[in-house]
């Protein structure tokens, strides 16, 4: 069984909102694209980002082929993304949460001296399904963490990625981090929702576009208690209390050369995350970005910087899929 985390960029409609296709060639070439990674791929399941509409999905899931369940999250961003699921069994929804986890205050988002409603909110919804693969219940949470594309106040109807001074980048940089903050120990709390404690016999996965690499401290706050590591096999194969409620990220499985999933400034990094409960741990066949198969090729991404305007109406992802098979 394959599972895999995808973020599309900018999945919808033509002329449906900020990113979306001028064009229906547009349109049609970008899903072309997606499918055809999709199809190579051939997961059991996917957790994807960046999805606007239901219909867009569908029309993805249609040109796959074959026959596909589709989730989505109720709770966009502002912008109308939002993050779901393609599978080939029915899904079945846990939870569907934009609402920070209990305990975490509003976070600060801007200059502003008063807290608004955003500030209590994870930046898109993160969603939790079940679903039965033959070999019993699989768990999985998806989700899209604040990104590190920091954006500052414009007139409504603009946008604006240059700050006036360093100051403001800063300062928007930190605001930015308090959100991803707030977001990690959410999504944890989503992970501890379905590991009922019970990681070392129930199949969990939490995956998604986590908008860090694996050492930062917020992709840390989702593994839960220390002191266990795939790439530490004497630590991992030695159970200890902290087993049943841990979870392992995948990447040390990943083939060195292909430990990333984006290009930003020339930089390759993983920022995309697929996070496995004990009992999958230890069952993990083989790991990757990209498509299976293909490690002796170079994994060709385009490298993004501060105005993701400049990739509006191109084919395809800035993303690599990350993947595991158990």
Known sequence: MLVGTWNLENLMLPR??????????????????????????DPALLGVQEVVQEEALADLAKAVGGEWHIALSRHADRRGIRVGFL?????????????????????QGDDGTEPGPHDRETSRGFLAVETDTGDGVLHVAVAHLKSKLLSYPAPPGKSRFQPHDEAERAR???????????????????????????????????????????????????????????????AFHKSDLGDPFRL?????????????????????????????????AGRIAEAGTGLPG??????????????PRQRVGTPGSDHAPVWVRV
Not at 87 to 100: A, G, I, M, N, Y
């Open 294 to 307: 293909h490690r002796d090729d170079a994994l060709v991404l385009p490298s993004v910087g501060e105005d």
């Open 16 to 41: 449906s909102g900020d990113g979306a296709p001028a064009t229906e060639a547009e349109y049609e070439a970008k899903v072309a694209a997606l499918a055809s990674v999709i199809a190579a791929l």
């Open 87 to 107: 599978s080939r069994t029915p899904l079945r929804t846990r939870r569907d949460t934009h609402v920070f986890a209990e305990g975490l205050r509003p976070v």
């Open 248 to 280: 392992w990220d995948i990447a040390p499985c990943i083939p060195e050369e292909r430990r990333f999933s984006r290009v930003s400034f020339g930089r390759a990094e993983l920022i995309d995350h697929v996070l496995v409960s004990h009992r999958l």
């Open 172 to 234: 928007f940089g930190a605001y930015a981090l308090y959100r991803r903050a707030a977001e990690a120990a959410t999504l944890r709390a989503v992970a501890d929702f379905l590991l009922e404690g019970a990681g070392t016999e129930r199949d969990v996965i939490v995956l998604g576009d986590m908008n860090d690499v694996v050492d930062a401290a917020t992709t840390q706050i989702l593994l839960g208690p220390p002191g266990s590591e795939l790439d530490r096999p004497r």
